[in-house]
């Protein structure tokens, strides 16, 4: 690993460390040559996901639009960012752990609907008013009967 600082190539491994998302691994380094000390995180790659669309398009996963959609649709409510980490983390391995790495997006909705049901029920109620596209009153009602 070069060193960021004097980019010396020689370093050593201080602390290693899985991160809360078992996803990485961090790692506490020291330069020999200056003693400096960085931190780098260690992934596995893999197969990037493609995504398609409800239109038949497709596009690369991304976590952080997973990450965004249920950021606003727990916005204002009491629910911890952590919990959004871990469920968009929770999302992500289950999508990797598929026997194919092209997924319909349909998949990834009912996934996070699933992990805001049982997050808070106001957060579900707002994403799957978008997500499954409520057109009238009667629809709201009909899923908070469901959920209730």
């Keep these: 690993m070069k060193c960021p600082y004097c980019s010396f190539s020689e370093t050593r491994v201080i602390d290693s460390r899985e991160s809360h998302d078992l996803n990485s691994t961090r790692r506490r380094r020291e330069c020999e040559k ?3 000390r960085f931190t780098t995180y260690e992934r596995v790659e893999s197969l990037g996901l ?3 669309k ?7 996963f991304d976590r952080n639009k997973i990450r965004r959609g249920m950021l606003k649709a727990c916005e204002k409510r009491p629910i911890p960012l952590e919990n959004i980490e871990i469920a968009a983390a929770q999302i992500e391995n289950e999508l990797r752990s598929l026997d194919t790495n092209e997924i319909e997006s349909k998949i990834i909705g009912d996934l996070v609907m699933k992990r805001l049901k049982r ?8 994403f799957a008013s978008v997500y499954r ?8 009602e009909r ?3 469901k959920i209730a």
């Design 50 to 52: 493609i995504i398609v």
């Design 143 to 145: 899923e908070i009967k």
């Design 133 to 140: 596209e409520f057109k009238d009153i009667s629809t709201f």
């Design 119 to 126: 997050l808070d029920k106001v957060a579900y109620i707002r």
């Design 34 to 36: 200056c003693s400096k």
């Design 54 to 60: 409800k239109d038949g398009s497709r596009e690369r």
